[in-house]
C-alpha cells in the first residue's frame, strides 16, 4: 500500500507522463512485491526555478519518494531501486538521474477506511 511521490524538471517529459508513471508501477510491483490493483502515485513537474537539482544531473533527474509499511527486507528494497532502474532506462533516464527515498510508516499511523491499516487484511505481505 505505497503511497509514491515523483518529481521532476518539467518539460523533458512530454506526453510520457503516463509512461513514467506505469514504469514505476511496474517497479514498485516487483520490489515489492504489491498486487497490480495496489495504486497511489503522485507526478508533480517543476518549473526549473522551483527544483534545485544537483548541478551534474541532466534534465531527466527524478526525485521519487516511496511512503510504505515498516517491515520490507533489504532485499525487498534493492528490488525496488533496481527495477526502478531497469523500467525507467527505456524512457531516456539514467541510473546516475534516479533518487529514491523510503519513508517507513508503522501501519498503526496510515488511516483506511476509517481505521489503523493495522487492523485491516491487505490482502498481501509486507514483510518481503
Not at 506526453?15 to 520490489?31: D, K, M, S
Amino acid at each position: 500500500m505505497p503511497a509514491t511521490r515523483i518529481g521532476t524538471r518539467r518539460g523533458w517529459l512530454g506526453n510520457r507522463r503516463g509512461e513514467l508513471v506505469e514504469a514505476v508501477q511496474r517497479a514498485l510491483q516487483t520490489g515489492l512485491l504489491i498486487p497490480d490493483n495496489d495504486r497511489c502515485i503522485r507526478l508533480t513537474e517543476y518549473d526549473d526555478d522551483a527544483m534545485l537539482a544537483p548541478p551534474e544531473k541532466g534534465p531527466s533527474y527524478l526525485l521519487i519518494e516511496v511512503t510504505l509499511f515498516s517491515g520490507r527486507s533489504v532485499e525487498a528494497k534493492r528490488r525496488l531501486y533496481a527495477a526502478l532502474v531497469e523500467e525507467l532506462e527505456p524512457l531516456g533516464i539514467p541510473a546516475g538521474d534516479i533518487k529514491t527515498i523510503l519513508i517507513e510508516v508503522d501501519s498503526v499511523n496510515w488511516g483506511l477506511q476509517g481505521v489503523p491499516a493495522s487492523e485491516i487484511d491487505l490482502g498481501y505481505k509486507i514483510d518481503v
